[in-house]
T-cell receptor
Framework: KQEVTQIPAALSVPEGENLVLNCSFT??????LQWFRQDPGKGLTSLLL?????REQTSGRLNASLDKSSGRSTLYIAASQPGDSATYLC??????????FGTGTRLTVIP | SQTIHQWPATLVQPVGSPLSLECTVE??????LYWYRQAAGRGLQLLFY??????ISSEVPQNLSASRPQDRQFILSSKKLLLSDSGFYLC???????????FGSGTQLSVL
């Protein structure tokens, strides 16, 4: 069974720093990997989707990479802002739109 | 553009009472629909997914059921709630080709 792990569980950084969030998965047979953002008590917002054939995707200050063979993905956030504070979740799709989620990294950007 | 509506936002129910959470999607047809539960401090757990009207797949045995009476309507139900049913319930939709998943705003259910 696919297992998704996110490290660290929580991260605090001062405003303006660049940071990297990590996601690892046990079964490399995936269709795609998605990164989501969740604000407290809210639903999830899709940030980036990387297809299994791709190595990275970029959106604004966000860059996600995928190394399928090693079962790893990273989410790079440049020039962090207090508004980036949220929980970030990664999820892998293994088939029939079956997503396996990590438990998330809670990010706090300190002004 | 596509939108997803989920209600209610919060719900407090006594043990043994019934449950009905509703989710509707607008701006797309024949979406895949999902119900997830997020327990405190834990990841999201897929409860049900549906690829079409009347087609429901259950991922985990539980006290809940799901129905899809219309193409863009997905309902999560229970006849008798348990304390362990408390959690944050999220509805989501996606297209057919392993596309992005779009979530509703969630329902915080407290069973007392």
């Amino acid at each position: 069974k696919q297992e998704v792990t996110q490290i660290p569980a929580a991260l605090s950084v001062p405003e303006g720093e660049n940071l990297v969030l990590n996601c690892s998965f046990t079964d490399s047979a995936i269709y795609n990997l998605q990164w989501f953002r969740q604000d407290p008590g809210k639903g999830l917002t899709s940030l980036l989707l990387i297809q299994s054939s791709q190595r990275e995707q970029t959106s604004g200050r966000l860059n996600a990479s995928l190394d399928k063979s090693s079962g790893r993905s990273t989410l790079y956030i440049a020039a962090s802002q207090p508004g980036d504070s949220a929980t970030y979740l990664c999820a892998v799709v293994t088939g029939a739109n079956n997503l396996f989620f990590g438990t998330g990294t809670r990010l706090t950007v300190i002004p | 553009s596509q939108t997803i509506h989920q209600w209610p936002a919060t719900l407090v129910q006594p043990v043994g009472s019934p449950l009905s959470l509703e989710c509707t999607v607008e701006g797309t047809s024949n979406p895949n629909l999902y119900w997830y539960r997020q327990a405190a401090g834990r990841g999201l757990q897929l409860l049900f997914y549906s690829v079409g009207i009347g087609q429901i797949s259950s991922e985990v045995p539980q006290n809940l059921s799901a129905s899809r009476p219309q193409d863009r309507q997905f309902i999560l139900s229970s006849k008798k709630l348990l304390l362990s049913d408390s959690g944050f319930y999220l509805c989501a939709w996606s297209g057919k080709m392993n596309e992005k998943l779009f979530f509703g705003s969630g329902t915080q259910l407290s069973v007392l």
